[in-house]
């Protein structure tokens, strides 16, 4: 098992590496972006949730993103305690060209599995991870 882990880790840093030679993003960076791309205008508490990431870290990453001009931040009309997050046009254009975060090989061989086969592995991922002690 500490083999298979071992591979996965490495993996998963080779990619990051690639990731941020393409893109310039960190794999965090690109999970909170994603989330902002798919929820639409979304707020720090939303994007924690969906990238399972502390609300600081959110803060900073968005922060980053938005000095980059890759995303905005404003406050809304009717609660000036919410603040939401939407793509800018760079943005949007660096969804679309950034490679997923495992990369398009990893993409490509996952879903060509069979359907019962993916719900499998993501089963037995989660169960790792909540084993090794992630909620």
Do not use: H
């Not at 959110?58 to 609660?79: F, H, Q």
């Not at 939401?84 to 949007?92: A, D, E, Q, S, V």
């Not at 495992?102 to 089963?123: H, K, N, Q, T, V």
């Amino acid at each position: 098992m500490m083999k298979a882990v071992r591979q996965i880790v490495r993996a998963n840093d080779l990619q990051s590496k690639a990731l941020a030679r393409a893109s310039g993003l960190t794999a965090p960076q690109l999970v909170v972006l994603t989330g902002v791309a798919e929820l639409g205008e979304v707020t720090t508490n939303a994007l924690s949730d969906y990238a399972d990431l502390s609300p600081a870290t959110v803060v900073m990453i968005l922060e980053n993103l938005e000095g980059r001009a890759i995303v905005e931040r404003y406050r809304s009309t009717t609660d000036r305690r919410v603040v939401y997050t939407r793509l800018t046009p760079k943005g949007r254009e660096m969804v679309a060209a950034t490679p997923g975060l495992f990369g398009p090989e990893f993409s490509s061989r996952f879903a060509a599995l069979p359907r019962d086969r993916r719900r499998a592995i993501m089963e037995g991922l989660t169960e790792a991870a909540r084993l090794m002690g992630r909620d």
